[in-house]
C-alpha cells in the first residue's frame, strides 16, 4: 500500500502565494508519476498539475498555467506545488496522488492512491 500526506494549505489574500507539500510512503519501487487535484464545494474534482518521472514531464491545467508550478524529488517520493497570483476561484481542498502505470495525467481514474488533502482559502 501507498500513504500519502499534504501540507502547506492555509489562509491567504488574493495574490498571495502558498506551497504544498506531499510525501509518500509505503511502497518501496517508485511511482511513474505523480499529480494534484482540486475540489471546490459543490463541484467535481479539477485536474490542476502533474509530473512525469521518467524524463521529468510537467502537465498543467489551462485555469492555472501560468501561476502554479509543480516539481518534485522521486528519490525522496515528494512532489510539491508553487501557487502564485492567487485567486479567490483557487479555494479549494488540494489532493495529492500518484500512479503506478502510464495512462492520462488528467483523469483520476488514471490515478492509483491519494492523500487526505489539504485546504486552502483565497480571501478578495
Known amino acids: 500500500q501507498v500513504q500519502l500526506v499534504e501540507s502547506g494549505g492555509g489562509l491567504v489574500q488574493a495574490g498571495g502565494s502558498l506551497r504544498l507539500s506531499c510525501s509518500a510512503s509505503?511502497?518501496?519501487?517508485?511511482?511513474?508519476?505523480m499529480g494534484w487535484f482540486r475540489q471546490a464545494p459543490g463541484k467535481e474534482r479539477e485536474f490542476v498539475a502533474a509530473?512525469?518521472?521518467?524524463?521529468?514531464?510537467?502537465y498543467y491545467g489551462d485555469s492555472v498555467k501560468g501561476r502554479f508550478t509543480i516539481c518534485g524529488d522521486n528519490a525522496k517520493s515528494s512532489v510539491y506545488l508553487q501557487m502564485n497570483s492567487l485567486k479567490p476561484e483557487d479555494t479549494a481542498i488540494y489532493y495529492c496522488a500518484a500512479r503506478f502505470y502510464s495512462g492520462s495525467y488528467v483523469r483520476t481514474d488514471d490515478y492509483d492512491y491519494w492523500g487526505q488533502g489539504t485546504q486552502v482559502t483565497v480571501s478578495s
Open positions: 509505503g511502497r518501496t519501487i517508485s511511482s511513474y508519476g
Open positions: 509530473i512525469r518521472w521518467n524524463g521529468g514531464r510537467t
